[in-house]
C-alpha cells in the first residue's frame, strides 16, 4: 500500500476526520491541533501501523508528512 494513503488513514484517525487529505508537503501548521501532543500520538500509531521503531534523530525532524515518509522508508530498507 502506498505510504500516502496509509498514513492519510492514520491522520485521519488521531484527528478524528474522515474527510482529512493530507499530502507530503502537509505540515503541523496546516492542521489545527497538530500540535507536541498530537505529534506524539501520531509517531506511535506510525510506529504501531508500520511494525518499526524511529530514534530520536529522526523524531526531531518530523515537520512534514513527507519526513514522515522517508523514515518509514529508511526503516524498512534497513529492515530488508
Known amino acids: 500500500m502506498d505510504h500516502l494513503l496509509r498514513l492519510q488513514r492514520i491522520f485521519r484517525d488521531a484527528f478524528d476526520d474522515d474527510a482529512l487529505t493530507i499530502t507530503p508537503q502537509t505540515s503541523h501548521d496546516d492542521l489545527d491541533g497538530w500540535d ?43 529492515k530488508a
Open 36 to 78: 507536541s501532543v498530537q505529534q506524539v500520538k501520531l509517531i506511535l500509531s506510525i510506529e504501531a501501523a508500520y511494525g518499526i521503531q524511529f530514534d530520536i534523530e529522526q523524531v526531531t525532524r518530523f515537520k512534514t508528512v513527507a519526513d514522515f515518509i522517508a523514515a518509514i522508508e529508511s526503516q524498512q530498507s534497513s
